[in-house]
Protein backbone atom coordinates (compact mmCIF):
# COMPACT_ATOMS: atom_id res chain seq x y z
CA UNK A 1 0.00 0.00 0.00
CA UNK A 2 1.32 3.23 -1.12
CA UNK A 3 0.39 6.39 0.71
CA UNK A 4 -1.69 7.75 -1.43
CA UNK A 5 -1.80 11.73 -2.58
CA UNK A 6 -4.70 13.45 -3.44
CA UNK A 7 -4.75 15.51 -6.37
CA UNK A 8 -7.11 16.51 -10.09
CA UNK A 9 -6.81 13.03 -11.22
CA UNK A 10 -7.89 11.23 -7.54
CA UNK A 11 -11.66 11.08 -8.93
CA UNK A 12 -10.22 7.56 -10.82
CA UNK A 13 -8.31 5.84 -8.09
CA UNK A 14 -9.00 3.41 -6.60
CA UNK A 15 -8.03 5.03 -3.03
CA UNK A 16 -10.73 7.24 -3.35
CA UNK A 17 -13.36 4.87 -4.49
CA UNK A 18 -12.14 3.17 -1.42
CA UNK A 19 -12.71 6.62 1.02
CA UNK A 20 -16.09 7.11 -0.36
CA UNK A 21 -17.13 3.72 0.15
CA UNK A 22 -15.88 3.68 3.52
CA UNK A 23 -16.63 7.33 4.35
CA UNK A 24 -20.27 6.68 3.63
CA UNK A 25 -21.29 4.15 5.68
CA UNK A 26 -19.01 5.45 8.08
CA UNK A 27 -21.03 8.82 7.97
CA UNK A 28 -24.32 7.18 8.34
CA UNK A 29 -23.11 5.15 11.45
CA UNK A 30 -22.11 8.61 12.96
CA UNK A 31 -25.07 10.33 11.97
CA UNK A 32 -27.68 8.10 13.59
CA UNK A 33 -25.61 7.50 16.70
CA UNK A 34 -24.37 10.89 17.00
CA UNK A 35 -28.54 12.12 16.93
CA UNK A 36 -29.15 9.89 20.07
CA UNK A 37 -25.77 10.95 21.84
CA UNK A 38 -27.10 14.88 21.38
CA UNK A 39 -30.48 13.93 22.48
CA UNK A 40 -28.78 11.72 25.51
CA UNK A 41 -27.00 14.53 25.97
CA UNK A 42 -23.88 12.32 25.98
CA UNK A 43 -21.61 14.28 24.20
CA UNK A 44 -18.98 14.22 26.37
CA UNK A 45 -19.08 10.24 26.28
CA UNK A 46 -18.12 10.83 22.87
CA UNK A 47 -14.92 12.70 23.65
CA UNK A 48 -13.84 10.94 26.65
CA UNK A 49 -13.85 7.77 23.81
CA UNK A 50 -11.88 9.33 21.00
CA UNK A 51 -9.60 9.14 24.24
CA UNK A 52 -9.49 5.55 24.52
CA UNK A 53 -9.31 5.04 20.98
CA UNK A 54 -5.94 6.58 20.53
CA UNK A 55 -5.00 4.64 23.58
CA UNK A 56 -6.13 1.26 22.90
CA UNK A 57 -5.04 1.43 18.93
CA UNK A 58 -1.33 2.38 20.38
CA UNK A 59 -1.73 -0.18 23.22
CA UNK A 60 -2.26 -2.72 20.07
CA UNK A 61 0.29 -1.93 18.14
CA UNK A 62 2.21 -2.45 21.21
CA UNK A 63 1.10 -5.29 21.53
CA UNK A 64 1.78 -6.56 17.85
CA UNK A 65 -1.97 -6.58 17.05
CA UNK A 66 -4.01 -4.92 14.25
CA UNK A 67 -4.50 -1.19 15.37
CA UNK A 68 -8.29 -1.69 14.61
CA UNK A 69 -8.70 -4.65 17.19
CA UNK A 70 -7.31 -2.29 19.64
CA UNK A 71 -9.54 0.81 18.59
CA UNK A 72 -12.96 -1.35 18.65
CA UNK A 73 -11.80 -3.45 21.66
CA UNK A 74 -11.12 0.10 23.38
CA UNK A 75 -14.08 1.73 22.65
CA UNK A 76 -16.38 -0.58 22.71
CA UNK A 77 -14.57 -1.79 26.31
CA UNK A 78 -14.94 2.06 27.39
CA UNK A 79 -18.64 2.51 26.07
CA UNK A 80 -19.71 -0.47 28.27
CA UNK A 81 -17.59 0.88 31.26
CA UNK A 82 -19.36 4.15 31.49
CA UNK A 83 -22.44 2.55 30.92
CA UNK A 84 -21.79 0.75 34.31
CA UNK A 85 -20.96 3.99 35.98
CA UNK A 86 -24.34 5.27 35.06
CA UNK A 87 -26.13 7.88 33.60
CA UNK A 88 -27.09 9.78 37.14
CA UNK A 89 -23.86 8.02 39.03
CA UNK A 90 -21.72 9.73 36.56
CA UNK A 91 -18.06 10.41 38.29
CA UNK A 92 -17.69 14.58 38.64
CA UNK A 93 -15.77 16.43 35.95
CA UNK A 94 -12.85 16.41 37.56
CA UNK A 95 -12.06 12.50 38.06
CA UNK A 96 -13.67 11.75 34.56
CA UNK A 97 -11.25 14.25 33.12
CA UNK A 98 -8.12 13.54 34.89
CA UNK A 99 -8.87 9.79 34.29
CA UNK A 100 -9.07 10.67 30.31
CA UNK A 101 -5.93 12.25 30.30
CA UNK A 102 -3.86 9.63 32.34
CA UNK A 103 -5.48 7.60 29.53
CA UNK A 104 -3.95 9.83 26.92
CA UNK A 105 -0.63 9.87 28.34
CA UNK A 106 -0.72 5.62 28.46
CA UNK A 107 -1.62 5.79 24.93
CA UNK A 108 1.55 7.77 24.33
CA UNK A 109 3.41 5.33 26.67
CA UNK A 110 2.42 2.63 24.32
CA UNK A 111 2.93 4.53 21.28
CA UNK A 112 6.68 5.27 22.62
CA UNK A 113 6.52 1.67 23.25
CA UNK A 114 5.90 0.34 19.55
CA UNK A 115 8.33 3.19 18.36
CA UNK A 116 11.17 1.94 20.65
CA UNK A 117 10.77 -1.74 19.46
CA UNK A 118 10.31 -0.93 15.98
CA UNK A 119 11.76 2.05 13.22
CA UNK A 120 10.80 5.09 14.84
CA UNK A 121 9.62 6.56 11.32
CA UNK A 122 5.97 4.36 11.22
CA UNK A 123 5.40 4.54 14.45
CA UNK A 124 5.21 8.17 14.53
CA UNK A 125 2.88 7.51 11.61
CA UNK A 126 0.89 4.93 13.21
CA UNK A 127 0.47 7.50 16.14
CA UNK A 128 -1.03 10.42 13.58
CA UNK A 129 -3.00 8.27 11.34
CA UNK A 130 -4.98 7.34 14.78
CA UNK A 131 -5.24 10.69 16.10
CA UNK A 132 -5.72 12.27 12.30
CA UNK A 133 -7.47 9.59 10.36
CA UNK A 134 -6.62 7.96 6.89
CA UNK A 135 -9.42 7.91 5.26
CA UNK A 136 -7.36 8.03 1.63
CA UNK A 137 -5.11 4.83 3.07
CA UNK A 138 -7.92 2.62 2.71
CA UNK A 139 -7.02 -0.40 1.04
CA UNK A 140 -9.99 -3.20 -0.27
CA UNK A 141 -10.09 -5.27 2.42
CA UNK A 142 -9.86 -2.36 5.00
CA UNK A 143 -13.13 -0.57 3.05
CA UNK A 144 -14.97 -3.93 3.43
CA UNK A 145 -14.68 -4.06 7.40
CA UNK A 146 -15.36 -0.31 7.57
CA UNK A 147 -18.31 -0.73 5.39
CA UNK A 148 -19.53 -4.33 7.16
CA UNK A 149 -19.03 -2.60 10.46
CA UNK A 150 -20.43 0.87 9.17
CA UNK A 151 -23.76 -0.97 8.27
CA UNK A 152 -23.91 -3.25 10.97
CA UNK A 153 -24.07 -0.29 13.19
CA UNK A 154 -26.61 1.25 12.02
CA UNK A 155 -29.04 -1.71 10.93
CA UNK A 156 -28.52 -2.29 14.83
CA UNK A 157 -29.09 1.87 15.70
CA UNK A 158 -32.15 1.61 13.55
CA UNK A 159 -33.64 -1.66 15.38
CA UNK A 160 -32.95 0.21 18.91
CA UNK A 161 -34.27 2.97 17.61
CA UNK A 162 -38.02 3.53 18.84
CA UNK A 163 -37.70 2.25 22.72
CA UNK A 164 -34.10 4.09 22.70
CA UNK A 165 -35.64 7.57 22.03
CA UNK A 166 -39.13 6.43 23.97
CA UNK A 167 -35.83 5.75 26.97
CA UNK A 168 -34.26 8.81 26.05
CA UNK A 169 -37.12 11.50 26.13
CA UNK A 170 -39.15 9.69 29.01
CA UNK A 171 -37.15 6.98 30.60
CA UNK A 172 -39.55 6.81 33.65
CA UNK A 173 -42.97 6.02 31.43
CA UNK A 174 -40.48 4.19 29.32
CA UNK A 175 -39.59 1.88 32.06
CA UNK A 176 -43.07 1.23 33.46
CA UNK A 177 -44.36 -0.05 29.94
CA UNK A 178 -41.34 -2.73 30.14
CA UNK A 179 -39.16 -0.56 27.70
CA UNK A 180 -35.14 -2.54 29.00
CA UNK A 181 -34.26 1.31 29.86
CA UNK A 182 -31.00 -0.31 31.52
CA UNK A 183 -29.92 -2.52 28.45
CA UNK A 184 -30.89 0.01 26.19
CA UNK A 185 -28.36 2.26 27.52
CA UNK A 186 -25.83 0.18 27.73
CA UNK A 187 -26.13 -1.30 24.14
CA UNK A 188 -26.54 1.77 22.99
CA UNK A 189 -22.97 2.98 23.86
CA UNK A 190 -21.35 -0.29 22.96
CA UNK A 191 -22.82 1.09 20.08
CA UNK A 192 -21.12 4.41 20.42
CA UNK A 193 -17.95 2.63 21.18
CA UNK A 194 -18.07 0.68 17.70
CA UNK A 195 -18.87 4.23 16.01
CA UNK A 196 -16.37 6.03 17.52
CA UNK A 197 -14.17 2.87 16.86
CA UNK A 198 -15.12 3.07 13.07
CA UNK A 199 -15.25 6.99 12.74
CA UNK A 200 -11.69 7.24 14.11
CA UNK A 201 -10.11 5.89 10.76
CA UNK A 202 -11.89 8.54 8.81
CA UNK A 203 -10.89 11.68 11.08
CA UNK A 204 -8.89 10.91 13.65
CA UNK A 205 -9.60 10.89 17.14
CA UNK A 206 -9.24 14.05 17.89
CA UNK A 207 -11.94 14.99 15.78
CA UNK A 208 -14.36 12.76 16.06
CA UNK A 209 -16.52 14.55 18.47
CA UNK A 210 -17.05 16.76 15.65
CA UNK A 211 -18.26 14.25 13.46
CA UNK A 212 -20.42 12.72 15.77
CA UNK A 213 -22.04 15.88 17.11
CA UNK A 214 -21.96 18.39 14.01
CA UNK A 215 -24.59 16.72 11.68
CA UNK A 216 -26.58 15.76 14.65
CA UNK A 217 -26.96 18.78 15.94
CA UNK A 218 -27.37 20.69 13.47
CA UNK A 219 -30.62 17.97 12.86
CA UNK A 220 -31.84 18.57 16.36
CA UNK A 221 -31.89 22.27 15.98
CA UNK A 222 -33.26 21.62 12.74
CA UNK A 223 -36.06 19.12 12.94
CA UNK A 224 -39.07 18.78 15.11
CA UNK A 225 -39.87 15.18 14.14
CA UNK A 226 -37.73 12.94 15.77
CA UNK A 227 -37.29 10.21 13.20
CA UNK A 228 -36.88 12.82 10.34
CA UNK A 229 -34.34 14.43 12.34
CA UNK A 230 -32.60 10.81 12.65
CA UNK A 231 -32.86 10.55 8.95
CA UNK A 232 -31.49 14.25 8.38
CA UNK A 233 -28.50 13.56 10.62
CA UNK A 234 -27.46 10.77 8.56
CA UNK A 235 -28.27 12.32 5.83
CA UNK A 236 -26.21 16.03 6.52
CA UNK A 237 -22.98 13.25 7.79
CA UNK A 238 -23.06 11.70 4.40
CA UNK A 239 -23.20 15.20 2.57
CA UNK A 240 -20.63 16.66 4.42
CA UNK A 241 -18.48 13.42 4.35
CA UNK A 242 -18.62 13.56 0.58
CA UNK A 243 -17.86 17.45 0.49
CA UNK A 244 -15.06 17.04 2.07
CA UNK A 245 -13.74 14.28 0.08
CA UNK A 246 -14.76 15.97 -2.59
CA UNK A 247 -12.64 18.91 -1.32
CA UNK A 248 -9.50 17.13 -0.21
CA UNK A 249 -9.41 15.50 -4.17
CA UNK A 250 -10.10 18.90 -6.24
CA UNK A 251 -7.41 20.82 -3.50
CA UNK A 252 -4.39 18.24 -2.70
CA UNK A 253 -2.86 20.41 0.59
CA UNK A 254 -5.90 20.28 2.50
CA UNK A 255 -6.17 16.77 4.24
CA UNK A 256 -9.53 14.81 4.39
CA UNK A 257 -10.15 15.06 8.01
CA UNK A 258 -9.63 18.48 7.78
CA UNK A 259 -12.29 19.37 5.00
CA UNK A 260 -14.77 17.12 6.25
CA UNK A 261 -15.22 18.87 9.86
CA UNK A 262 -14.72 22.24 8.08
CA UNK A 263 -17.70 21.11 6.01
CA UNK A 264 -19.38 19.59 9.21
CA UNK A 265 -18.47 22.66 10.95
CA UNK A 266 -20.16 24.79 8.25
CA UNK A 267 -23.15 23.21 8.09
CA UNK A 268 -23.66 23.16 11.91
CA UNK A 269 -22.78 27.86 11.79
CA UNK A 270 -25.47 27.70 9.14
CA UNK A 271 -28.58 25.96 11.31
CA UNK A 272 -27.79 29.46 13.40
CA UNK A 273 -28.64 31.29 10.58
CA UNK A 274 -31.52 29.12 9.79
CA UNK A 275 -32.75 29.75 13.34
CA UNK A 276 -32.36 33.21 13.41
CA UNK A 277 -33.76 33.89 9.96
CA UNK A 278 -36.46 31.53 11.23
CA UNK A 279 -37.13 33.88 14.31
CA UNK A 280 -37.25 36.81 12.22
CA UNK A 281 -39.99 35.02 9.94
CA UNK A 282 -43.81 35.50 11.42
CA UNK A 283 -44.73 32.50 13.01
CA UNK A 284 -41.80 32.65 16.22
CA UNK A 285 -40.84 31.96 19.17
CA UNK A 286 -38.43 34.09 20.87
CA UNK A 287 -34.73 33.18 20.73
CA UNK A 288 -32.95 32.17 24.09
CA UNK B 1 -67.38 9.05 24.59
CA UNK B 2 -64.59 7.44 22.62
CA UNK B 3 -63.64 5.19 25.22
CA UNK B 4 -64.49 1.23 24.65
CA UNK B 5 -65.98 0.47 27.75
CA UNK B 6 -68.73 2.41 29.03
CA UNK B 7 -68.72 1.58 32.65
CA UNK B 8 -71.29 4.53 33.80
CA UNK B 9 -73.07 3.64 36.60
CA UNK B 10 -71.92 0.21 37.64
CA UNK B 11 -69.64 1.70 39.78
CA UNK B 12 -70.35 -0.26 42.96
CA UNK B 13 -70.63 -3.55 41.47
CA UNK B 14 -66.96 -3.36 39.61
CA UNK B 15 -65.21 -6.24 40.61
CA UNK B 16 -61.49 -4.31 42.03
CA UNK B 17 -58.68 -3.72 39.07
CA UNK B 18 -56.16 -3.05 42.01
CA UNK B 19 -55.91 -4.78 45.48
CA UNK B 20 -53.34 -4.36 48.11
CA UNK B 21 -53.99 -6.68 51.23
CA UNK B 22 -51.48 -6.34 54.06
CA UNK B 23 -48.67 -4.68 51.95
CA UNK B 24 -45.60 -3.75 53.43
CA UNK B 25 -42.48 -1.79 51.34
CA UNK B 26 -39.13 -1.20 52.60
CA UNK B 27 -36.38 1.12 51.35
CA UNK B 28 -33.45 1.16 51.84
CA UNK B 29 -33.39 -1.19 55.21
CA UNK B 30 -36.51 0.64 56.43
CA UNK B 31 -40.26 0.03 56.43
CA UNK B 32 -41.97 3.05 54.73
CA UNK B 33 -45.70 1.50 55.62
CA UNK B 34 -46.72 -1.39 56.24
CA UNK B 35 -50.75 -3.49 56.60
CA UNK B 36 -52.15 -1.02 53.66
CA UNK B 37 -55.27 -3.01 52.77
CA UNK B 38 -56.75 -1.31 49.65
CA UNK B 39 -59.14 -1.96 46.61
CA UNK B 40 -59.89 -0.21 43.93
CA UNK B 41 -63.17 -0.97 41.12
CA UNK B 42 -63.30 -0.23 37.76
CA UNK B 43 -64.26 4.14 37.59
CA UNK B 44 -63.13 4.81 40.55
CA UNK B 45 -61.46 7.92 41.72
CA UNK B 46 -59.11 7.55 44.52
CA UNK B 47 -56.66 9.82 45.94
CA UNK B 48 -53.63 8.93 47.73
CA UNK B 49 -52.30 11.83 50.50
CA UNK B 50 -50.28 12.19 52.95
CA UNK B 51 -46.68 13.98 54.14
CA UNK B 52 -43.50 14.54 51.83
CA UNK B 53 -41.23 11.07 51.67
CA UNK B 54 -43.85 9.08 53.19
CA UNK B 55 -43.95 6.45 50.50
CA UNK B 56 -47.03 7.48 47.70
CA UNK B 57 -44.74 7.54 44.95
CA UNK B 58 -43.21 4.20 46.57
CA UNK B 59 -46.85 3.13 46.48
CA UNK B 60 -47.00 3.47 42.73
CA UNK B 61 -44.20 2.13 41.87
CA UNK B 62 -45.27 -1.09 44.02
CA UNK B 63 -48.64 -0.95 41.71
CA UNK B 64 -46.61 -0.84 38.44
CA UNK B 65 -44.34 -3.55 39.83
CA UNK B 66 -41.51 -1.44 39.54
CA UNK B 67 -40.83 -1.97 43.65
CA UNK B 68 -41.45 -5.15 44.97
CA UNK B 69 -43.36 -5.32 48.07
CA UNK B 70 -41.87 -6.90 51.48
CA UNK B 71 -44.97 -8.83 52.85
CA UNK B 72 -48.72 -9.04 51.90
CA UNK B 73 -50.22 -9.39 48.34
CA UNK B 74 -51.03 -6.99 45.26
CA UNK B 75 -52.81 -7.81 42.54
CA UNK B 76 -53.06 -5.58 39.52
CA UNK B 77 -55.70 -6.91 37.45
CA UNK B 78 -56.20 -10.14 38.32
CA UNK B 79 -52.13 -10.80 37.65
CA UNK B 80 -48.82 -9.72 39.25
CA UNK B 81 -48.17 -6.01 39.30
CA UNK B 82 -46.07 -5.00 36.14
CA UNK B 83 -47.36 -7.33 34.25
CA UNK B 84 -50.02 -5.78 33.03
CA UNK B 85 -48.17 -3.64 30.02
CA UNK B 86 -50.23 -0.83 28.56
CA UNK B 87 -53.64 -1.87 30.56
CA UNK B 88 -52.30 1.02 33.11
CA UNK B 89 -51.01 4.25 32.32
CA UNK B 90 -48.59 5.90 34.04
CA UNK B 91 -47.78 9.67 34.87
CA UNK B 92 -44.37 10.27 36.49
CA UNK B 93 -43.81 12.89 39.21
CA UNK B 94 -42.32 16.31 38.20
CA UNK B 95 -41.21 15.77 34.92
CA UNK B 96 -40.77 18.96 32.65
CA UNK B 97 -39.17 18.99 29.77
CA UNK B 98 -35.80 20.90 28.63
CA UNK B 99 -37.16 24.18 27.21
CA UNK B 100 -33.91 23.24 23.81
CA UNK B 101 -35.90 19.92 23.36
CA UNK B 102 -37.77 20.59 19.72
CA UNK B 103 -39.37 17.37 19.92
CA UNK B 104 -43.38 17.66 19.20
CA UNK B 105 -45.98 17.33 21.49
CA UNK B 106 -47.44 14.65 19.66
CA UNK B 107 -44.51 13.00 18.96
CA UNK B 108 -44.11 12.28 22.96
CA UNK B 109 -47.97 11.50 23.07
CA UNK B 110 -46.88 8.72 19.82
CA UNK B 111 -44.65 7.48 22.01
CA UNK B 112 -47.20 6.27 24.64
CA UNK B 113 -48.63 4.27 21.62
CA UNK B 114 -46.00 2.73 19.85
CA UNK B 115 -42.87 3.94 21.85
CA UNK B 116 -42.01 0.10 22.99
CA UNK B 117 -41.94 -1.26 19.57
CA UNK B 118 -38.78 -2.20 18.12
CA UNK B 119 -37.17 -0.58 14.61
CA UNK B 120 -38.87 2.27 13.41
CA UNK B 121 -42.58 3.35 12.31
CA UNK B 122 -43.60 2.83 9.04
CA UNK B 123 -44.33 6.63 7.80
CA UNK B 124 -47.57 4.40 5.22
CA UNK B 125 -50.32 1.81 5.65
CA UNK B 126 -53.28 1.82 7.72
CA UNK B 127 -52.14 0.83 11.04
CA UNK B 128 -50.40 4.30 11.05
CA UNK B 129 -53.17 6.06 10.21
CA UNK B 130 -55.44 4.28 12.80
CA UNK B 131 -52.58 4.85 15.08
CA UNK B 132 -52.33 8.70 14.12
CA UNK B 133 -56.25 9.54 14.61
CA UNK B 134 -55.83 7.87 18.06
CA UNK B 135 -53.47 10.13 18.98
CA UNK B 136 -55.26 13.25 17.71
CA UNK B 137 -58.18 11.78 19.47
CA UNK B 138 -56.86 11.85 23.19
CA UNK B 139 -54.87 14.77 22.75
CA UNK B 140 -58.45 16.46 21.66
CA UNK B 141 -60.02 14.59 25.03
CA UNK B 142 -57.11 16.52 26.96
CA UNK B 143 -57.64 19.60 25.32
CA UNK B 144 -54.56 20.10 24.67
CA UNK B 145 -54.92 20.17 20.17
CA UNK B 146 -53.63 23.55 20.06
CA UNK B 147 -50.36 23.47 21.56
CA UNK B 148 -49.56 19.68 20.41
CA UNK B 149 -47.95 20.93 17.71
CA UNK B 150 -45.39 23.05 19.14
CA UNK B 151 -41.98 21.60 20.50
CA UNK B 152 -42.85 20.11 24.06
CA UNK B 153 -39.69 22.28 25.82
CA UNK B 154 -41.86 25.58 24.50
CA UNK B 155 -45.39 24.72 26.29
CA UNK B 156 -45.92 25.76 29.22
CA UNK B 157 -46.23 23.26 32.69
CA UNK B 158 -49.79 22.85 32.21
CA UNK B 159 -50.09 21.93 28.29
CA UNK B 160 -46.87 19.76 28.99
CA UNK B 161 -49.02 18.31 31.67
CA UNK B 162 -51.77 17.82 29.75
CA UNK B 163 -50.19 16.46 26.84
CA UNK B 164 -48.10 13.80 29.08
CA UNK B 165 -52.14 12.35 30.77
CA UNK B 166 -53.20 12.25 27.00
CA UNK B 167 -49.32 10.16 26.31
CA UNK B 168 -50.97 7.99 30.17
CA UNK B 169 -54.30 7.96 28.20
CA UNK B 170 -53.08 6.70 24.66
CA UNK B 171 -53.43 2.68 25.07
CA UNK B 172 -56.91 2.75 26.33
CA UNK B 173 -55.59 1.90 30.03
CA UNK B 174 -57.74 0.40 32.53
CA UNK B 175 -55.96 1.48 35.40
CA UNK B 176 -54.50 5.28 35.32
CA UNK B 177 -51.66 5.86 37.97
CA UNK B 178 -50.69 9.56 38.25
CA UNK B 179 -48.56 11.19 40.32
CA UNK B 180 -48.86 14.63 41.36
CA UNK B 181 -50.35 15.78 37.81
CA UNK B 182 -51.31 19.17 39.45
CA UNK B 183 -47.93 20.00 40.54
CA UNK B 184 -47.09 23.78 39.11
CA UNK B 185 -50.37 24.34 37.58
CA UNK B 186 -52.38 27.59 38.65
CA UNK B 187 -55.81 27.23 40.07
CA UNK B 188 -57.82 27.10 36.88
CA UNK B 189 -55.82 24.75 35.65
CA UNK B 190 -55.81 22.53 38.62
CA UNK B 191 -59.43 22.35 38.67
CA UNK B 192 -59.40 21.85 34.56
CA UNK B 193 -57.45 19.02 34.89
CA UNK B 194 -59.09 17.51 37.81
CA UNK B 195 -62.24 17.40 36.14
CA UNK B 196 -60.65 16.14 33.09
CA UNK B 197 -58.99 13.36 35.01
CA UNK B 198 -62.89 12.94 36.60
CA UNK B 199 -64.49 12.77 33.66
CA UNK B 200 -62.45 9.87 32.11
CA UNK B 201 -62.54 7.87 35.18
CA UNK B 202 -66.46 7.79 35.92
CA UNK B 203 -67.52 8.06 31.98
CA UNK B 204 -64.64 5.61 30.46
CA UNK B 205 -64.90 3.20 33.59
CA UNK B 206 -61.05 3.67 34.38
CA UNK B 207 -59.93 3.21 37.52
CA UNK B 208 -57.78 6.22 38.40
CA UNK B 209 -55.22 6.66 42.02
CA UNK B 210 -53.54 10.41 42.03
CA UNK B 211 -51.15 10.96 43.94
CA UNK B 212 -51.74 15.02 45.55
CA UNK B 213 -50.60 17.42 47.84
CA UNK B 214 -54.12 19.57 47.81
CA UNK B 215 -56.90 17.53 47.99
CA UNK B 216 -59.11 20.79 47.39
CA UNK B 217 -59.20 21.08 43.68
CA UNK B 218 -59.85 17.13 43.28
CA UNK B 219 -62.37 17.02 46.73
CA UNK B 220 -65.32 16.73 44.92
CA UNK B 221 -64.27 14.30 42.17
CA UNK B 222 -63.40 11.84 44.41
CA UNK B 223 -64.38 8.01 45.64
CA UNK B 224 -62.12 7.29 47.93
CA UNK B 225 -59.25 8.96 50.07
CA UNK B 226 -56.07 6.77 51.26
CA UNK B 227 -53.85 8.88 53.70
CA UNK B 228 -50.47 7.41 54.24
CA UNK B 229 -48.75 8.61 57.15
CA UNK B 230 -47.02 7.18 60.24
CA UNK B 231 -45.96 3.93 58.14
CA UNK B 232 -49.48 3.07 58.17
CA UNK B 233 -52.54 3.91 55.93
CA UNK B 234 -55.86 5.33 56.13
CA UNK B 235 -58.58 4.84 54.02
CA UNK B 236 -62.14 5.67 53.14
CA UNK B 237 -64.80 8.00 51.83
CA UNK B 238 -63.47 11.58 51.42
CA UNK B 239 -66.52 12.09 54.31
CA UNK B 240 -64.95 10.10 56.49
CA UNK B 241 -61.15 10.68 56.19
CA UNK B 242 -61.20 14.58 55.08
CA UNK B 243 -62.25 15.56 58.63
CA UNK B 244 -60.33 18.13 61.00
CA UNK B 245 -59.61 15.24 63.30
CA UNK B 246 -58.26 13.10 60.83
CA UNK B 247 -56.27 15.03 59.07
CA UNK B 248 -54.78 16.80 62.37
CA UNK B 249 -53.12 13.71 63.30
CA UNK B 250 -51.81 12.24 60.14
CA UNK B 251 -49.94 15.49 59.38
CA UNK B 252 -49.36 16.34 63.05
CA UNK B 253 -49.94 19.78 62.94
CA UNK B 254 -53.71 21.37 62.91
CA UNK B 255 -55.80 21.47 60.20
CA UNK B 256 -59.22 22.67 59.35
CA UNK B 257 -61.82 21.70 57.17
CA UNK B 258 -64.43 23.82 56.10
CA UNK B 259 -67.52 24.81 54.07
CA UNK B 260 -67.71 26.70 51.12
CA UNK B 261 -71.21 28.44 50.39
CA UNK B 262 -72.01 25.42 48.35
CA UNK B 263 -71.50 23.14 50.71
CA UNK B 264 -67.97 21.60 49.35
CA UNK B 265 -65.65 21.09 52.05
CA UNK B 266 -62.55 23.03 51.90
CA UNK B 267 -58.86 21.48 53.12
CA UNK B 268 -56.59 24.94 55.43
CA UNK B 269 -53.88 24.39 57.43
CA UNK B 270 -52.95 26.54 60.19
CA UNK B 271 -50.32 29.24 58.99
CA UNK B 272 -48.73 29.87 62.50
CA UNK B 273 -47.44 26.08 63.04
CA UNK B 274 -44.85 25.13 61.51
CA UNK B 275 -45.33 21.88 59.37
CA UNK B 276 -43.53 18.88 60.92
CA UNK B 277 -41.04 18.95 58.24
CA UNK B 278 -40.13 16.06 55.68
CA UNK B 279 -40.70 13.77 58.39
CA UNK B 280 -40.70 10.04 56.76
CA UNK B 281 -43.17 8.52 59.87
CA UNK B 282 -41.29 5.43 58.84
CA UNK B 283 -40.98 2.66 61.21
CA UNK B 284 -37.16 1.73 61.89
CA UNK B 285 -36.23 -1.57 60.96
N1 LIG C 1 -34.46 3.67 45.70
C1 LIG C 1 -34.52 4.17 46.93
N2 LIG C 1 -33.55 3.90 47.83
C2 LIG C 1 -33.60 4.38 49.07
N3 LIG C 1 -34.59 5.15 49.53
C3 LIG C 1 -35.58 5.45 48.69
C4 LIG C 1 -35.61 4.98 47.35
N4 LIG C 1 -36.72 5.45 46.76
C5 LIG C 1 -37.35 6.17 47.68
N5 LIG C 1 -36.68 6.18 48.84
C6 LIG C 1 -37.08 6.84 50.08
O1 LIG C 1 -38.39 6.43 50.36
C7 LIG C 1 -39.11 7.49 50.93
C8 LIG C 1 -40.43 7.65 50.20
O2 LIG C 1 -40.21 8.10 48.89
P1 LIG C 1 -41.41 8.52 47.95
O3 LIG C 1 -40.82 9.06 46.72
O4 LIG C 1 -42.33 7.37 47.82
O5 LIG C 1 -42.10 9.67 48.80
P2 LIG C 1 -43.38 10.51 48.47
O6 LIG C 1 -44.40 10.19 49.49
O7 LIG C 1 -43.77 10.34 47.05
O8 LIG C 1 -42.86 11.99 48.73
P3 LIG C 1 -43.15 13.35 47.93
O9 LIG C 1 -44.42 13.88 48.45
O10 LIG C 1 -42.01 14.23 48.30
O11 LIG C 1 -43.19 13.01 46.48
C9 LIG C 1 -38.22 8.71 50.90
O12 LIG C 1 -37.73 8.95 52.19
C10 LIG C 1 -37.11 8.33 49.95
O13 LIG C 1 -35.91 8.91 50.38
MG1 LIG D 1 -43.69 11.44 45.35
Not at chain 1, 181 to 193: E, I, Q, S, T, Y
Not at chain 1, 200 to 207: F, R
Request: proline share 5%; charged share 15%.
Amino acid sequence: MTLATAGPSAWSQPFFHHALLAGTFIALAAGLVGYFLVLRAQVFTGDALSHVAFTGAMAALAGGYDLRLGLFAGCVGAGLLLAGVGRRGRADDVVTGSAFAWILGLGSFFLTLYTSSRSGVTGGGAGTTVLFGSIFGLNGGQTLVAVLIGAGICVAVLLIARPLLFATLDEAVAAARGVPVRVLGLGFLALVGACAGEATQAVGSLLLLGLLAAPAGAAVRLADRPFLGLGLSAGLAVLEMWTGLAISALVPTLPPSFAIMAAATAVYVATFLFARLRAVGPAVVTME
Amino acid sequence: MTGGREMTGARETARPVLCLCGAAVRVGGRTLWSGVDLEVGAGEFVAVLGPNGVGKSTLVKVVLGMQPVAAGEVSVLGGRPGESGSRVGYLPQRRSFDPSLRIRGTDIVRLGLDGDRWGIPRPWGARRARERERVEEVIELVGATACAHRPIGRCSGGEQQRLLIAQALVRRPEILLLDEPLDSLDLPNQSAVAALVGRICHQQGVAVVMVAHDVNPILHHLDRVVYLAEGRAVCGPPSEVVTSATLSRLYRTPVEVLRTGDGRPVVVGHPETPAVQGGPHAIAG
